[in-house]
């Protein structure tokens, strides 16, 4: 019985690292049709919330770390700031996990909302103090905006196609991510 749970959570981790992997690939292809769009979400922290909500075992830190510091480089964001901000929202919500296991899924929305708009604030903060170059704001709160939208269609796939329901506060051990 420890052996398949151990199974299903390693198979979660290499789906994630797998995602994320694949999202930045994408994102760092030569697909410009000429026209400027929209800024899509950020998918990778969307499937990390979700999933660190849901199954906290699925998402450790070390995945999170190399998947969010890949990221910055390859994207070419200031190194180690948005996993930096991605490890503190991680945290922040896993402290509040117990509390945010039995409450309704809109009420999830808007934690999860929140803590993306902290995100967004501490990243133009951070930048503003080191008197570094931003990306507008606009397009910056579209992106966040964008992640807050989808993060709904994320958790009906996480808990339709790959079968991860939220554990109830019984199963949460404290000492265990």
Request: charge should be positive; aromatic fraction near 10%.
């Amino acid at each position: 019985m420890a052996d398949r749970a151990r199974t299903r959570i390693w198979t979660y981790r290499v789906i994630y690292l797998l995602f994320g992997i694949s999202v930045i690939l994408y994102r760092i292809l030569p697909l410009d049709t000429g026209t400027p769009g929209l800024p899509g979400p950020d998918l990778i922290l969307c499937v990390t919330l979700a999933w660190s909500l849901r199954q906290p075992a699925t998402v450790p830190i070390w995945a999170v770390l190399v998947l969010f510091l890949l990221a910055d480089f390859l994207l070419q964001r200031a190194p180690g700031l948005w996993t930096a901000l991605a490890l503190a929202a991680l945290e922040f919500l896993r402290n509040r996990r117990s509390g945010l296991t039995e409450i309704p899924f809109l009420v999830e929305w808007g934690v999860i909302a929140g803590v993306v708009l902290a995100m967004i604030l501490g990243e133009r903060v951070v930048l503003w103090v080191l008197a570094a170059q931003q990306p507008s704001l606009g397009l910056t709160l579209m992106e966040g905006l964008a992640t807050i939208v989808i993060y709904p269609v994320i958790v009906l796939f996480s808990k339709f196609l790959l079968g991860m329901d939220r554990l109830p506060a019984a199963e949460l051990e404290p000492g265990r991510p």
